[in-house]
């Protein structure tokens, strides 16, 4: 698994037969263009993360706190929907990521617990929309999803025709592992996939299919800038559960190229080295206490910007994880 940025930053979602895209199921190739709550255009789940701006460096895993929860954290899990089996089962597997994080799911029984109004879940389940996806760790909590009773993670009617194993638990793996921060395996700065592509062919689908310009498809699916500043990666890993399949047609070289990827159902020894470093195991406070220093640090060099925002608020949820400790 690459940890870019530790944390995910983009769309939890893709068609099977393409590369990862943004707000698209796994079939909608052949169903058409997805029909999207009103309510959930003014804050979709995409890149919402903010680079450094020239001259100014950050050390990265300050920036990779944009989307990250706090190490020691409890995350609630509600669903919206579903029945107690289908809960349990999507609980238990979402499970093997929190056996190797330094977090706490909450769950309030062994099937789950329904979202409330105004539900402040970390991670709010759904099956009622187009595709799969999910916000990208902190970003599950915009007020704007809160305040419209909007999920962070949707497994498109699981309630009704539940895909079957192994692609089940690959889905719900996959989905999970960017409600905590993780990214798309192909955009790893070590994919060397950007060469492989034919992007004419690219920017002509998606613009044709999804109206997409030049430079949505460049910010959802070409390989993260190689800036360690910004980010951390491991090498680029093939058997990673953050990787989406691609299709034959839109690479150079076909089935021949090495980014001629398919879609992995369990979590790879790579997967489990990036969540166990994003939130190592340890001395909790002592952790919380570095990153709070080092995030004041940071915030003081930004006078203001959407950067120094999203890190403030890194900075008050580290806070308040470390008084809940003491």
């Not at 450094?52 to 929860?69: A, E, H």
């Not at 002592?286 to 940071?298: E, H, P, T």
């Amino acid at each position: 698994m690459s940890a870019c940025r530790q944390v995910a930053v983009r769309v939890a979602l893709g068609v099977a037969s393409l590369v990862a895209l943004e707000a698209v199921s796994h079939e909608l190739e052949s169903s058409g263009p997805a029909k999207w709550d009103p309510k959930r255009l003014s804050y979709m789940p995409i890149d919402h993360a903010v680079k450094p701006p020239p001259g100014v460096f950050l050390p990265q895993f300050v920036v990779g706190l944009q989307n990250r929860w706090a190490v020691g954290q409890d995350i609630h899990v509600c669903f919206v929907g579903g029945s107690d089996e289908l809960r349990s089962q999507i609980l238990e597997i979402a499970d093997q990521w929190f056996q190797h994080a330094n977090l706490k799911i909450v769950k309030g029984s062994a099937s789950g617990q329904s979202c409330s109004t105004n539900d402040h879940s970390e991670i709010r389940v759904g099956f009622a929309e187009p595709g799969y996806w999910s916000y990208i760790g902190t970003d599950a909590l915009n007020q704007v999803l809160i305040s419209n009773n909007l999920v962070s993670l949707n497994l498109a009617e699981f309630d009704k025709s539940p895909p079957s194993e192994p692609r089940f638990s690959g889905v719900v793996l996959h989905e999970f592992g960017h409600a905590l921060g993780l990214e798309h395996e192909h955009q790893s700065p070590a994919s060397g996939c950007d060469g492989e592509y034919d992007w004419d062919k690219l920017y002509s689908y998606y613009l044709t299919t999804y109206g997409w310009d030049k430079q949505k498809v460049d910010d959802n699916v070409r390989q993260l800038s190689a800036d360690r500043s910004a980010y951390a990666w491991s090498q680029f890993d093939p058997d990673s559960i953050m990787i989406y399949g691609t299709d034959p047609k839109f690479l150079k070289r076909g089935t021949q190229s090495p980014c001629y990827l398919h879609d992995n159902d369990k979590l790879s020894a790579l997967d489990f080295t990036g969540i166990e470093t994003t939130y190592p195991k340890g001395d909790i406070k002592q952790f919380l206490g570095s990153r709070i220093s080092a995030l004041k640090v940071a915030t003081a060099k930004l006078r203001s910007g959407k950067l120094r925002d999203l890190l403030s608020k890194q900075l008050d949820l580290h806070e308040s994880q470390l008084r809940k400790l003491q």
